[in-house]
């Protein structure tokens, strides 16, 4: 027997584009890359970190010669991960299976932005303010 939350519901993908959030991914992948040529002049390597680490921008070539161990290493800009990255600037996709209209579902969605930053605000507040519970100790005589 299968219970309610089987049943699918057929998503929808709403699509928005926010220019003040491409350029802010503009400039912070500007700051990136710069941080990216900085280490390809340095010639430092690194294990990727993140998503957000500079060095997801780097391609490092070991070049060897008869399969010799790599002493001489190549570092370059990898264009075409910045040429993807640059095509999606300022685009946001967001799955819905709400009949709604795409307005009222957004509008849904921004109060998700604000009940999340209330959430964090109240934790912050306790995680400061950390309540103590005192317990009166009674002496009888």
């Not at 040529?37 to 008869?66: A, E, G, I």
């Not at 800009?77 to 299976?97: H, K, P, R, W």
């Not at 849904?108 to 306790?126: D, G, N, Q």
């Amino acid at each position: 027997m299968k219970g309610s939350g089987d049943a699918k519901r057929p998503e929808r993908i709403i699509v928005t584009y926010d220019h003040d959030f491409a350029m802010y991914l503009k400039h912070k992948r500007a700051e990136n890359l710069a941080k990216a040529r900085k280490n390809v002049q340095n010639k430092l390597t690194k294990s990727r970190q993140s998503q957000q680490d500079p060095h997801h921008y780097v391609t490092t070539t070991h070049k060897t010669k008869n399969g010799e161990r790599a002493i001489k290493i190549e570092m370059a800009i990898n264009t075409d991960v910045v040429y993807q990255e640059e095509m999606l600037d300022g685009f946001c996709a967001y799955a819905t299976s709400l009949d709604d209209e795409a307005i009222d579902v957004l509008r849904i969605r921004s109060f998700h932005y604000e009940i999340e930053h209330i959430f964090r605000t109240t934790k912050s507040f306790f995680r400061d303010n950390a309540l103590t519970y005192e317990r009166a100790l009674h002496i009888e005589e």
